[in-house]
């Protein structure tokens, strides 16, 4: 599968974005999706995750109660809502999918993920 994420800008403390990620060249049903984020100098990190159908997820402390993942099954499509922004969310947002035979939902490591995006830039101003 191939990935391709969006929606990343240059935004103030306090605001919102909405980060989209779409998938093509096999089912995105078949995928666990999940977000991760990497900050200068610093490793990537676990954001959010959501399972194949949607109906579970988990989140980081650092977001949790302020971001929201979703996805759309019929448009190959995975959103993360992203409120009340902080000068510490800003990084590379990545998305990430691992296929949903895996089991587990919430796996915080890089490593458990197959396949990636090409990143989109997120800079919170203060």
């Known amino acids: 599968v191939q990935l391709q994420a969006s929606g990343g800008g240059l935004v103030q403390a306090g605001a919102f974005l909405r980060l989209s990620c779409v998938a093509s060249?096999?089912?995105?049903?078949?995928?666990?999706m999940g977000w991760f984020r990497q900050a200068p100098g610093k490793e990537r990190e676990f954001v959010a995750a959501i399972s194949w159908s949607g109906g579970s997820t988990g989140f980081a402390n650092s977001v949790k109660g302020r971001f929201t993942i979703s996805r759309d099954n019929a448009k190959n499509t995975l959103f993360l809502q992203m409120n009340s922004l902080k000068p510490e969310d800003t990084a590379v947002y990545y998305c990430?999918?691992?296929?949903?035979?895996?089991?587990?939902?919430?796996?915080?490591?890089?490593?458990?993920?197959?396949?990636w995006g090409q990143g989109t830039q997120v800079t919170v101003s203060s």
């Open positions: 060249g096999r089912t995105f049903s078949s995928y666990i």
């Open positions: 990430a999918a691992r296929p949903k035979e895996y089991n587990i939902v919430v796996v915080t490591t890089p490593g458990g993920y197959d396949y």
